[in-house]
């Protein structure tokens, strides 16, 4: 006999709580995960998800979370957005997979089109579809060591690039990201990054520039860097925004020097911080972009796009992978790119920074652990201390964000010391919804 569910009601933009978090059915999961799933992967909630929808996450419990978390910066379109779930459906039902290296389709040349319009730059451009962030920032270094014949790969401390042997390399953070992978990739060398509220007081976004350069000319050579890996904003690092000057100084000092400068946007790409692309508020443009979360709305989907003589250096067979540019995410990413621009969400981050901003700087002045409110769009972060020090509070940021999860609202951590809150709100929430969940993160940052 066949079953007809009855059709489930749309997931309304609320916070509704029935059970303590995790109820009864998450953990009954998590029991069969312990028995099944790697301890290796770890999960910031025990909460086993049923549907999501905008900005909310509802669990197998019927429990509806706020999520300021977006799955890390992916969803930003809002989860399941329908015009990216009715692409993707439509697509399935065409072809799922071909392999674009066997016999090409037009999703994947019009993503490419897409990304050559939108990146910041108007030079010719060509793009590589490839499955991840990581794997767009392998891409990204192949490229640039191939068009220059350089070994050297710069990149700035507290740096996260992904978890594959050559962006481990290049990842600041041992623990949990490094420690027992070695050995690391060669050739991969890390210069000082611009951290204004450690970095010594007054120093510009020039002289911290300055400093990183020194480390790099005495360290490598100009003349063996192939390419100079940045975060515009640094993303697990700690959403540290730099010294105004910083990136701009150094991308003169690279293109002085015949370095690719490339840009990993894959956190802070597509709108997220205000921009489409958190380069554009230094006024650097980028040899090179490496990019995934938000491009796709949800979909699996990482890109390379730059200079075309850098990408066409590149030998024939030289770029490529089976599942890069899956016509289903390509789809996705078409849908997703249509909503970016017709519902202006780089002015929708822009609100919601005006928003939270002022909440949280003012809350800055009751909360002695908060030793800074920063970042751009709708990236944003609390970074907190032990109050009247610099000494970073891992077990505070913990505390808050499992405090927020008690009641319901979805709130991330990161930081090259665990110690930063950030909010990563999908950047079509409603601002009533806003409210309510920095109303909840307010009252756990007061009870420290
Ligand atoms: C700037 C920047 N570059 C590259 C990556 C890697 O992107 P992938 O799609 O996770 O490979 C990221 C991924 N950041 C979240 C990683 C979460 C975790 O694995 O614990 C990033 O932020």
Redesign the pocket.
């Known amino acids: 006999m066949t079953t007809v569910s009855a059709p489930t009601a749309p997931l309304e933009q609320r916070r509704v709580l029935r059970t303590p978090i995790p109820g009864p059915r998450s953990v009954a999961l998590g029991a069969r995960r312990a028995a099944a799933v790697a301890a290796g992967v770890s999960s910031t909630l025990p909460v086993y998800v049923s549907r999501a929808a905008g900005a909310v996450i509802e669990d197998v419990d019927g429990n509806v979370l706020i999520d300021l978390g977006s799955g890390?910066?992916v969803t930003s379109v809002g989860a399941s957005a329908p015009e990216v779930a009715a692409a993707v459906a439509a697509q399935a039902a065409d072809f799922t997979h071909t392999c674009f290296m066997i016999s090409p389709y037009e999703e994947y040349v019009a993503v490419c089109e897409a990304l050559a319009r939108v990146t910041p730059g108007t030079h010719d451009k060509r793009s590589v579809l490839v499955n991840?962030?990581?794997?767009?920032?392998e891409n990204a270094v192949k490229i640039a060591r191939r068009a220059t014949g350089r070994p050297a790969v710069l990149v700035l401390d507290h740096a996260?690039?992904?978890?594959t042997n050559l962006?481990m390399a290049m990842t600041a953070r041992a623990m949990p990201?490094k420690t027992g992978f070695g050995p690391f990739a060669g050739e991969v060398y890390r210069v000082p990054a611009s951290y204004p509220l450690r970095d010594p007081a007054g120093m510009t976004g020039e002289q911290a520039a300055l400093r990183a350069i020194d480390v790099a000319e005495r360290q490598v050579g100009a003349d063996q860097v192939a390419a100079l890996v940045v975060?515009p904003v640094l993303?697990?690092g700690g959403f540290v925004v730099p010294a105004p000057g910083f990136l701009s100084t150094l991308a003169q000092w690279a293109a002085d020097r015949g370095i690719v400068l490339v840009a990993?946007e894959?956190?802070?790409g597509f709108a997220r911080t205000g921009a489409m692309f958190a380069l554009e508020h230094e006024g650097v443009v980028p040899d090179l972009v490496?990019m995934?979360?938000g491009i796709a709305g949800g979909l699996p989907l990482?890109a390379v796009t730059g200079r075309a003589e850098l990408l066409d250096a590149v030998h024939a067979g030289g770029l490529g992978g089976t599942f890069g540019g899956n016509p289903l995410a390509c789809a996705a990413a078409l849908a997703a790119l249509e909503i970016y621009e017709r519902d202006d969400l780089a002015a929708a981050a822009r609100a919601i920074e005006a928003m939270v901003v002022p909440r949280l700087t003012a809350l800055q002045t009751e909360v002695p652990a908060v030793a800074d409110v920063r970042g751009r769009g709708a990236m944003l972060a609390l970074e907190l201390v032990l109050p009247g020090t610099l000494e970073p509070d891992k077990a505070a940021a913990q505390r808050v964000a499992a405090a927020c999860a008690a009641q319901g609202v979805l709130v991330l951590t990161c930081g090259t010391w665990g110690n930063v809150l950030r909010l990563l709100p999908p950047l079509v929430i409603g601002h009533d919804l806003l409210d309510e969940a920095l109303t909840v993160l307010e009252d756990a940052l007061r009870a420290l």
């Open positions: 890390i910066a991840s962030g990581a794997e767009a920032v996260y690039h992904g978890r962006t990201y975060e993303g697990e990993d894959v956190q802070t490496a995934a979360k990482g």
